[in-house]
Nanobody, 121 residues
Framework: EVQLVESGGGLVQPGGSLELSCAASGFTFSIYGMSWVRQAPGKGLESVSGVNGGNGRATYADSVKGRFTIYRDNPNSTLYLQMNNLQPDDTGVYYC??????????????RGQGTQVTVSS
């Protein structure tokens, strides 16, 4: 059974940092593309960042480029998202997703329960 468990969310002031983690199990983590998506209050899901299995190529939404870094620890089946210089527009529920393919841009097959990130002074 595929499981994705996010952690690391919280309340942070503008300009602050958080690191999200996603503990994965139930599949061969290193093979599949993994991503972070988020949902702001009253809005739809937005792709934030993804990283391929295999080559580890990462992609980012324009809104987070230069501020967020995605990386994966394949031996420990964990996905991370380091978020720096957080802004109020980054507020939302962040979900870890597993792609159906080695590339992160394929439609995701599974999604975790999410972790809340709130950026506010």
């Amino acid at each position: 059974e595929v499981q994705l468990v996010e952690s690391g969310g919280g309340l942070v002031q503008p300009g602050g940092s958080l690191e999200l983690s996603c503990a994965a199990s139930g599949f061969t983590f290193s093979i599949y593309g993994m991503s972070w998506v988020r949902q702001a209050p009253g809005k739809g899901l937005e792709s934030v960042s993804g990283v391929n299995g295999g080559n580890g190529r990462a992609t980012y939404a324009d809104s987070v480029k230069g501020r967020f870094t995605i990386y994966r620890d394949n031996p420990n089946s964990t996905l991370y998202l380091q978020m720096n210089n957080l802004q109020p527009d980054d507020t939302g529920v962040y979900y870890c997703t597993k792609s159906s393919k080695p590339t992160s841009d394929a439609p995701y097959a599974y999604r975790g329960q999410g972790t809340q990130v709130t950026v506010s002074s």
